[in-house]
């Protein structure tokens, strides 16, 4: 080896050792050091909602585990589709992530004839966040006290009992569709803006029946204004013990519950995601945001990003079915 050639090595791998140098900080920085700025988290809701209360309760606590501020940014629209657009096509970097309902994860494909953004490819799960059990209530004028009554006067009057439901697409929406499809009965859909002016109808007897969340009926219950058929979730409710599910009360399998949880963009690195799951799950398990969110209606959820991902399938695949078979579309 010439010394002019040994001289060239030496240059090349002074080289490469200030090029690892420089790129270590960098790599510590994407790796060992995220996050170093605050995260942008999109809710596909609206403020004031039971999804937006449920993230604000967990912030301080999300806060403290990451060591940054959670920014919550409220983007409702397109039943959560406006929301995860930006999270879709946000950089995988961490910094913006969304938090998602059944409705814009799993059903929204196939109720919308085009979609803005694939959920299953465009978007990778982080973690469930809650679940939402729906009540079918009635007015006490209902001749029936149960869900087998229930199912067979609906048999009796096709298209004679309504339901009122949260609006046309919701999760209360596709519950209800499940309920009539599992019946074998015909009853008919009033589309409401939302749950609660669904329950206010039929305490005042202007829809013998509506799906609508906890928060919105259970006093109501309590009180004997509405009459509680049955819970949507596979268990029962510690909230109302003595009323069964809709499973058990006559229409084995059936489970509708709602649900909502938190992803990122696809790209996100694998570690990000883990340490963005470690910290939701911490804030989903303190005690006190439990009773909280138990409070509201809402049962907390933590799991694994793979398990919420199964999951996401699995109601895509199931509420394809219903969708289909209910004819339902949206614009």
């Known amino acids: 080896m010439t010394a002019e050639h040994a001289a060239g090595l030496s240059r090349r791998a002074g080289l490469a ?24 988290l999109v809710v596909t809701f609206p403020p004031g909602g039971s999804t937006d209360a449920v993230v604000r309760l967990l912030t301080p606590r999300l806060n403290d585990k990451l060591g940054q501020q959670m920014v919550v940014d409220n983007r409702p629209g397109a039943g959560g589709n406006v929301g995860l657009t930006l999270v879709a096509k946000a950089p995988a970097d961490g910094y913006t992530l969304g938090v998602g309902a059944a409705g814009a994860l799993s059903a929204n494909s196939s109720l919308y004839a085009q979609m803005p953004f694939d959920p299953l490819k465009d978007l990778r799960p ?14 006490p004028s209902v001749p029936a006290r149960n869900l087998r009554e229930l199912v067979a006067l609906a048999r009796s009057k096709p298209g ?16 209800t569709a499940l309920f009539e499809q599992m019946a074998e009965a015909k009853v008919v859909g009033v589309p409401y803006r939302g749950s609660g002016p669904a329950a206010i109808d039929a305490i005042a007897g202007q829809v013998p029946l509506a799906m ?29 013990p003595d009323v069964p599910t809709l499973a058990e009360a006559g229409l084995p399998g059936y489970d509708a519950t709602g649900w ?30 439990q009773a909280a969110m138990r409070a509201q209606g809402v049962e907390p ?16 695949r199931k509420w394809a079915q219903v969708i289909k078979t209910a004819q339902i579309k949206l614009d």
């Open 160 to 175: 004679g009992l309504s339901v009122g439901h949260g609006g046309n697409g919701t999760a209360m929406h596709l519950a």
């Open 301 to 316: 959820a933590p799991d694994t990003p793979q398990a919420f991902e199964r999951y996401i399938q699995s109601e895509t």
């Open 126 to 139: 982080v973690g469930m966040l809650a679940a939402i059990p729906f009540v079918l209530v009635g007015h």
């Open 17 to 40: 050792a200030l090029a690892a140098l420089v790129a270590a900080p960098l790599a510590a920085r994407a790796q060992g050091h995220w996050p170093d700025k605050p995260i942008r």
């Open 212 to 240: 609508v969340d906890l928060p919105a009926a259970l006093q109501q219950i309590r009180a004997g204004k509405l009459v509680a058929f049955g819970v949507t979730s596979p268990q029962r409710l510690p909230s109302l």
């Open 260 to 289: 909502f949880g938190v992803v990122a963009p696809a790209a996100t690195p694998t570690a990000i995601v883990t340490q963005l799951n470690e910290a939701f799950n911490a804030a989903l398990r303190d005690p006190q945001n």
